[in-house]
């Protein structure tokens, strides 16, 4: 029986979400909801443009009201949540009061939890719910999991992932993909990491590496906050290490700690000219807008890296993706990566193939089956393995 979805949040990933859909889940019909009704209709409209069939329905929806999300959700099967992260837990609340299953984009691990923590009242509604699965936190956790799967024991996981312009500009060579309050968070938080079995915090903007790929010369590569997700309480045990860093054009994190260290990121009030002002919501609007005037293509690179042992040898196994903007449809990299996988997610919910719950990415679906199912996108993963005869390599190499 073909299902109904919903897509919330009619902005960039959320599209790509919903074209993913249209092309792989043979839905029913797919809601894009959207505070702004023109905005849902040009989202739903470019997908059924692309796909060549009247498959999205634009509809205007108040994330925030619970009596308009209700009526949103009657007869959907699952709910795309595309909205800012803080929005995430009130959404799941009205979806399992529906019994729509969900699955939304993420960001910031103690919001998830406050999802993770509706798990007996989704069982009781029967419906599935797994956040964070979009790009980091999502598609880079599994390939972690890929690595944990292929290395028995393994001693450590490396996580690298970013969203860049193909032709960077000085002085912060970056091109925003996402809303700024998003990129705040994750520069602004602490990292939630795996260190000698242990969960570890760990200051963002810190611990830079180089990194070199190939395609793109010498990269740095930094701690941000987010991207682990729940992935370090639920292999702590198995790893000894399980890290993740931001990959970034060189000089871009030295340029973004000064604005941390001299409380541009505040979130208490200050006066200025005798008025209060929260001196957050002021860098969000002047320099998110000022970075979403810089338009160029989009690339993003992805790699992960295990160390562990494959067949009884000390074995070193790497992932890199280098996906850059699709231009016969238009989708950026960070839109492709981001809607493609989660949309992955709330097909697989459909085919029940998730059981009932809220249940953490990582351990909802294998990093295998995610490997297979993100390739038939069109997305290129490299594969390396490397006999280690004389100890771990440098994991950035």
């Known amino acids: 029986m073909k299902k109904t979805y919903a897509v919330l949040g009619a902005g960039m990933q959320g599209t790509a979400a919903a074209y993913d859909l249209a092309k792989f889940a043979d839905p029913k019909v797919i809601r894009v909801g959207d505070v702004s009704f023109d905005q849902a209709k040009k989202s739903a409209w ?25 009526k949103f959700l009657e007869g959907v099967d699952v709910i795309l949540s595309c909205v800012p992260y803080w929005m995430h837990p009130k959404i799941a609340k009205v979806a399992i009061e529906t019994k729509t299953s969900m699955v939304d984009l993420g960001g910031n691990t103690e919001i998830t939890m406050q999802t993770l923590h509706m798990d007996e009242a989704a069982k009781a509604a029967g419906v599935t719910l797994v956040p964070d699965c979009g790009l980091a936190p999502g598609l880079v956790n599994n390939l972690g999991c890929y690595l944990i799967e292929h290395l028995d ?27 700024v309050e998003g990129l705040v968070t994750e520069y602004d938080f602490q990292a939630v990491i795996v260190r ?11 611990e830079l590496e180089e990194l070199h790929i190939d395609e793109l010369g010498q ?44 409380g541009f990121w505040r979130e208490d009030e200050v006066e200025v000219g005798g008025k209060k002002i929260v001196p957050k919501d002021v860098f969000n609007r002047v320099f998110g807008e000022s970075l979403a005037k810089f338009e160029d293509r989009d690339l993003c690179a992805v790699r992960a890296v295990g160390v562990g ?15 850059r903007e699709d231009e016969t449809t238009g989708f950026t990299s960070m839109e492709r990566l981001t809607g493609f996988s989660q949309s992955i997610y709330a097909i697989e919910i459909a085919h029940g193939n ?33 006999a280690l005869s004389e100890g771990p390599q440098p994991v950035g190499a």
């Open 46 to 70: 470019r997908v059924n443009d692309l796909v060549g069939d009247a498959l999205c329905e634009p509809a205007q929806v108040n994330a925030l009201d619970p009596t308009n999300l209700a």
């Open 219 to 262: 990269m740095e590569a930094f701690t941000t906050s987010g991207g682990t997700s729940t992935a370090p309480y639920t292999f702590k045990d198995r790893v000894n290490s399980y890290e993740y860093k931001t990959i970034r054009y060189p000089g871009h994190c030295e340029r973004m700690r000064i604005f941390k260290d001299f």
């Open 354 to 386: 998730f059981a009932p719950g809220c249940l953490r990415y990582e351990t909802a679906m294998t990093g295998t089956k995610f490997v297979d199912e993100i390739q038939k996108r069109g997305i290129q993963l490299a594969f390396q393995e490397q």
């Open 153 to 179: 024991p393994i001693e450590s996981v490396r996580l690298y992932c970013g969203v860049l312009p193909q032709n960077p500009k000085p002085p912060f060579n970056y091109k925003l993909t996402f809303n």
């Open 196 to 206: 000698n079995h242990e969960i570890a915090l760990v200051d963002t903007l810190a």
């Open 309 to 323: 042992m494959k067949d009884g040898k000390p074995t070193r196994l790497q992932i890199d993706i280098l996906d």
